[in-house]
């Protein structure tokens, strides 16, 4: 154990960084939820990562805007993508989101085959890189995240229908996938979601941004302390929070957690 470790000027940056995801994720995530597409952050976690590796391919200078665009138009496209399968095929949803993130993987894996440094950018964008995150990484994420939900708060993404949903669906994971990896993505969209679901409305939200800020402080500062993976520590630290919770709401009983309870 390392106390020295916790140091706020490393710590901080990376902190600050997993709450903005929070932002954005948390209540993109009771969305996922309720339309039973679990998978949907993994494939377009993964086709985002897919654009960040292709522009890497071209020779593109890494966390340049081309890479930003690159990434962006990946998941753009993956969304549209998934909007025409689910009105083609909607019974079949969730099997097409699983073949489009094994195939994006696919992909990666292939394009980085000739990269002596391929594993390497392979873990990055699985488990992320959080505590090296910069200023202008947080600057691009504060700002994507503030945009979204802005547009969540008025209403504009469900004017947009399906598309709207995917098309903010993508821009949140484009911009958290190349911080905190996909592993931390998936954890930061649907654990706060599925620990709080015996929750409603805005005591569901608040609780799910207090699960998930507490999970990101408890992980981080526990991989400082014991010199481990910032991601793999974050993720085990959610599902605890998460599994903590979903006690919480056993205890509690469907009237304290906002549920109307069960009629005669």
Known sequence: MNLSALDLGLLGPALLAGWLVLATHVPLGMQVLDRGIVFIDLA????????????????????GLAVQAAAVTAALLGAWLLTWTERRAPAQQEALIGVMFILAASASVLLLAGNAHGGEHLKDLLVGQILWVSPAQIGWLAGVSALLLLALAAGRVERLGRFGFYASFALAVTASVQLVGVYLVFASLIIPALATRAWSGRRRLLLAYALGALGYALGLGLSALFDLPSGAVVV??????????????????PRHAGMSPPSA
């Open 44 to 63: 377009i976690a993964q086709i985002a990562g897919l654009g960040v590796i292709g522009a890497d391919t071209l020779g593109l200078p890494e966390g």
């Open 236 to 253: 085990w630290a959610l599902a605890l929070c998460g599994l903590a919770t979903a006690r919480l709401a056993s205890l509690a009983g």
